[in-house]
Every structure is written in C-alpha cells, then in structure tokens.
C-alpha cells in the first residue's frame, strides 16, 4: 500500500507511477532524477528561477510566516527580542541557540568587545579610497582584506577557530563601517572605546571630535540597538543565500561574508533604505505623493522600500520601527520626510494596485528616515544593515559548515545554446554571424 506521505507522479512519457516521499512539506529534488524518459535520459530536474519555491537547506535559526507577518529568532518573538534584549544578546541567541545567562552574555561582550581594534594596515588600507568612496564598496572590500590579516581563519573545520573569527568580525563590523564614514567626511579616525557598549561605541566610533569621551545619547544608542536586532537575520535572503554559497566552497569566513555584504549593497535587497530616501526626495512632498504612486503603477520604477518575496502581510519589522522612530523624532526631531512617507503608505495601502499584489512597507520603508534623523547620511544605510547582519550570516555559515547534508552550492542549468557548431575560420565569417551575441 502507498504511504499516504508520499507524492505519486505518472509520467505519460513512460506510463510509469513513482512514489516520492514527502517530508516536511517538501519533496526531494534528487528523487526526480530517477524519473526518466529513457535509460540515456538524465532524469528530470526542477525549474526555479531565483528561488521561488525551492528550500536550499535545513535551518533552526529564524522563522518566517509570510502570510501571517510572523519573524522569530530560535523561537522567540522579533517584538519581544526588541523590547528586552540587546544586539549582543540577540546575536548570541542566533549562535549558539539559546539566550545567554548572566556569566555568558558578560563573557560574550567582553570577547566582541575585545575584538573592535583593526589592524593598523586595516586603517592604511581605508584611507587609500577615494574621497567619496561609497561606505557599502568601502565596507566590502575592507572585509575581504581581513581575509589576508588572519589567515589561519581558513580553516573552517575548527570550532575555536570558526568562533574566534566570528568574534572578531562581529566586534569590527562597526569599526570598519565608521571608518569608512569617517573616510567620507575626511575626519581622523576614531578608536574603539572599551568602555562603552556596542551601538555606544559605534556612535562613539562615528561621532566624536575633540571631547576627552563620547557620551552617547541613551534613545540613540538604544533605537540603533534595536535597529540592530531587527535586521540581524532573515532566513534565505539573498544575502544569506550568498553567504552560504560561497561558503559551501569552504572560502574563508572573511570573503565570504564579503560577499554577503556585496549581495547586500544592491537596491533590490538592503541598498533599499538608501534608495527609499532618493524616491523620498524625488517626490519631494507631500502633495505629489498620489503622482508618484500613479507613475509606479504606469510601471516606471517601483516603490522603493514596498514588497517582500516572503511577507505577504506587514513585515513585522516595519511596525516596530515605526514606533521605534517616533522615540527618536522626541530627541531628534521631526524627519520632515515622514510626512510623505506616511502619505505614500495610507495611498498605497488603499490603492488596488498594491491590495491585489499584497505590497505593504517593509524593513526599508521607515529605517532610512529614522537613521537620517539620527544623523547620517542616505549613503551610510546600508552599512548599518550590514552590522547586525553579520551575525546572523555568521549563524547560518556556521550552520551550513557544521551539517553533513551540504556540499558545495552548485546549481543545474537549463541549456538554451546552440548544439555543436562547425568552427568558421576568420577569413570566411561574416559579420550577420556575429549579430546576435549580446
Ligand atoms: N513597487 C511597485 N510594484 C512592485 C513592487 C514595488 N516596490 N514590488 C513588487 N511589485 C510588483 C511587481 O512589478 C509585480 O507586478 P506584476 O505581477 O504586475 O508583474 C508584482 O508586484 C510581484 O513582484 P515581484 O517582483 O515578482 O516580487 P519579488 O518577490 O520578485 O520581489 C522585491 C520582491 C525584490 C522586494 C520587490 O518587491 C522590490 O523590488 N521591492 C522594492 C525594493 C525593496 O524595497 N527591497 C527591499 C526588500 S527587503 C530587504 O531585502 C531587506
């Protein structure tokens, strides 16, 4: 009798019945190989451009509901890790698995906090950049040059090993990201200061000038910790996804998550909040929101900072920026660029366009509008992204290293080319042969 967990395909090729089993709502792309045409045929495969409904891996670190507007970290809530937890904590908790007791969280800060300092070459390195190097191009390639600071992090079989290069990108993240806005601004560099916790010490890092010691503002540094846990992982995103692949090739873990923050930059993923804030300004005000919204669906562009491959519903993390932001607007201000925002959400979530397609804000929309209000620049967003995501690429590295079930990432093709051509010697090609290469 067929198991009633199994899925049965016919295939009217062959007239054959195959039974595949089904586990955890999903069936395995390989036991498709064995349906085959013919004993020459190769077997069949799946078709999925960009991942629509293939799952990559197995994970226990974060969990999405898309349709329902549900993000957990290991189990917990992202609105209760917001409320009560640090950044640090939070990136424990995506490590190691659990949430860490009083003696391992002291143990934890003081070991990331140990690792800020860059090497001196590290800091040579930056300043060889050109005055407006963009902090996303600066970050990535700083990162990548790690790699030639600790070569012995290539051997990513270790788990002391992998741990110590863990602590030092989590603790230099945001030594290299405040660099390379310090870079911009032509300001010296400003060290580490021990004393101060993470997102203090990374304002301290951006923001002091002469004063003998940094005081950070406590709403500040606390929203940028918040900030920090809500974008610290997110699944198979593409970054992740990137970091995983190349990861697979067992690269070292520093040109890796290089490469993770390189999928990162673009604007369809976290170059978003910078772009959102460039739309913002396009628009201009509040009155020319309801022409904007008409031009995207006219479908010139899109708007930015609208729309989740996943979510379906609000992104959760969306909310909680959004009253994370009116604590900051108290200290800071007023972003005048919130009233379009706000404009541009109440028309978009009322207009059929957006209902039928499920498009509501997501993580983007409002933290680009909070950071400018904090002070910095539309061009320095997406490298406050790249800080708290470290950690949650550094989880998922760590997890895809450590499963036996993962080889190197290497996906099938569906060849569309030519079939075998006879090679034409130069004097006798034409140039029409030549027309279609593009
Ligand atoms: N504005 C207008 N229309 C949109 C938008 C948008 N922001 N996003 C999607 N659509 C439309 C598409 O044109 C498409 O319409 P169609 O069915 O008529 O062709 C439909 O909605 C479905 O969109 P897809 O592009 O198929 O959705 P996909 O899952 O591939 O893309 C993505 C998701 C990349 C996030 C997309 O919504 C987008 O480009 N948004 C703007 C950029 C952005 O904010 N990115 C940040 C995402 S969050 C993050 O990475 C941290």
New binding site residues.
Partial sequence: MTSSNTLTVIDNRTATKYDLPIENGTIRAMDLRKIKSGPDDFGLMTYDP?F?NTASCRSSITFIDGERGILRYRGYPIEVLAEHCTFLEVAYLLLFGDLPTPDELKTWVNDITHHTMLHETTKRFMEGFRYDAHPMAMLVSTVAALSTIYPEAKDIHDPANRLLQIKRLIGKMPSISAMSYRHSLGFPYVYPDNDLSYPENFMNMLWKMVEPKYAANPVIARALDILFIL?AD?EQ??STSTMRSVGSAHTDPYLTTAAAAAA?AG???????E??LGMLDEIGSKENVPAYVKK??EGH?????????VYKNY?PRAKIIKWTAERVFAVTGRNPKLEIALELERIALEDE??VS?K?YP????YSGIMYQAMGFRPEMFTAL?AIPRAAGWLAQWQEMITDPEQKIARPRQVYTGQELRQFIPMDKRARALHAKIA
Avoid: Q, T
Wanted: include cysteine; aromatic fraction near 14%.
């Fill in positions: 960009a629509m974008h997110h995103n593409c990162l604007p369809l993923h976290g170059g978003a909040n772009a959102v995207v669906k562009g899109k708007l930015m900072g609208f729309g989740h491959r992104d366009y957006f397609r498009l997501n993580v983007d929309f992204f």
